[in-house]
C-alpha cells in the first residue's frame, strides 16, 4: 500500500510506532520496522544524550530499516539536555523524528538541516496548522480516545481527522483508538495517510514490558481507562487501578485546591515499576481506550501484515462490494 507517508519515511506499510515511554526501546522500533512500519525509540526514556546514541547504535545492529527517535519538549524547570539528544541523534544517522509536547520551532532548523524529517503529535487542528506552518514534514492527530494526553478539547477521531483533512497540505496519520485492519481503512477514509499505534504495540512479543503489562492490555475493555490530572489542565488517559482511583478522589476531595504535589506518589517515576517489574498497582501509566480492541500478543510481524491483509480484504471485498456492478 502507497500513501504519502511510506513515501515521505520510505517505509512499505503506513503504520507507525508511537513513542512511549519506558516502551520505545530499540527492541521494540526494530522490530516495527523490520516488518514495514515504522520503529520509534523513545528519546527521554534514555536519562542521557549518550544513552540515547547507545540506543540508536542497538537498533540499528538489529534492523536496515528506516526507524525514527520520539523526542518530547516539556516544559520543567530542570529541563533535558535537547541539543545533547538532538545532536545524538543526528550523529546517529536517523532520518526521522517524532516531536510532541511544546512547540518544536526551537529545535527543527537543528534537525532539518541534517536533512532530518519531522513528524509532530497533536491533538488539534490548530496546533496541526501551527506544525505544517513552522516546518513540520508530518503530523500525528491525536484524537481524544488515545492514551497519554489527549489535549483538552476532547474532540475524538471521526471528526478531528476529517477536519484535519479539510484544513491540512501535509501528511498525517491518525493516532488514538488505532488497533487493526478497520482502523487503517476507518482512518484512510477519514483523510488520514497511516495510522498510529501506541498501547496496541505494547502489547506484542517485542515490546520489552513486563508479561503483567501485556496480560493487563488483553485483560482490559475499552470501559477501563480513566482520565486524571484534569484539574490541572495536564489531562492523561490512563488504565485503571487502585493508584488511579485513589488519585481521582484526591481530585475529587481537593477540586480547586488540587496541586501536582497531592498526587506525585501516584504519577512520578513509577513506569520502571509497572513495565519493568510488572508492579501494575504501582501507580498511573498510559493507555488508550484501544485497550478494549486488544485480544492476543503476537509478534509484530504478524500483527502488521495481519492488519495490511485484512484491510486489503476489507477494501476489495466488503467496501468495493458495496459498490456493486
Known sequence: ??????????????????????????????????????????????????????????????????????????????????????????????????????????????????????????????????????????????????????????????????????????????????ANARSLVAALACGADGINMGTRFIATVEAPVHANVKQALVNASELDTRLVMRPLRNTERVLTNPAVERLLEKERALGAALRFEDIIEEVAGVYPRIMMEGDMDAGAWSCGMVAGLIHDIPTCKALIEGIMAD???????????????
Not at 311 to 325: N, P, S
Open 1 to 178: 500500500m502507497k500513501t504519502r507517508i511510506t513515501e515521505l519515511f520510505a517505509i512499505q506499510h503506513p503504520i507507525m510506532q508511537g513513542g512511549m515511554h519506558f516502551v520505545g526501546f530499540a527492541e521494540l522500533a526494530a522490530a516495527v520496522s523490520n516488518a514495514g512500519g515504522l520503529g520509534i525509540i523513545t528519546g527521554l526514556t534514555q536519562k542521557t544524550p549518550e544513552k540515547l546514541a547507545a540506543e540508536i547504535a542497538r537498533c540499528r545492529a538489529m534492523t536496515d530499516k528506516p526507524f525514527g527517535v520520539n523526542l518530547t519538549f516539556l516544559p520543567s524547570v530542570s529541563q533535558p539536555d535537547y541539543p545533547g539528544y538532538i545532536r545524538a541523534i543526528i550523529e546517529g544517522g536517523v532520518q526521522i523524528v517524532e516531536t510532541a509536547g511544546n512547540n518544536p520551532a526551537k529545535w527543527l532548523p537543528a534537525l532539518k538541516d541534517a536533512g532530518i524529517k519531522v513528524i509532530h503529535k497533536c491533538t488539534s487542528v490548530r496546533h496541526a496548522l501551527k506544525a505544517e506552518a513552522i516546518g513540520c514534514d508530518a503530523v500525528s492527530v491525536d484524537g481524544f480516545e488515545c492514551g497519554g494526553h489527549p489535549g483538552e478539547d476532547d474532540v475524538p477521531n471521526f471528526i478531528l481527522l476529517p477536519r484535519a483533512a479539510e484544513e491540512l497540505t501535509i501528511p498525517f496519520v491518525a493516532s488514538g483508538g488505532m
Open 311 to 325: 484491510a486489503e480484504t476489507l477494501v476489495r471485498g466488503r467496501l468495493l462490494g458495496m459498490l456493486g456492478g
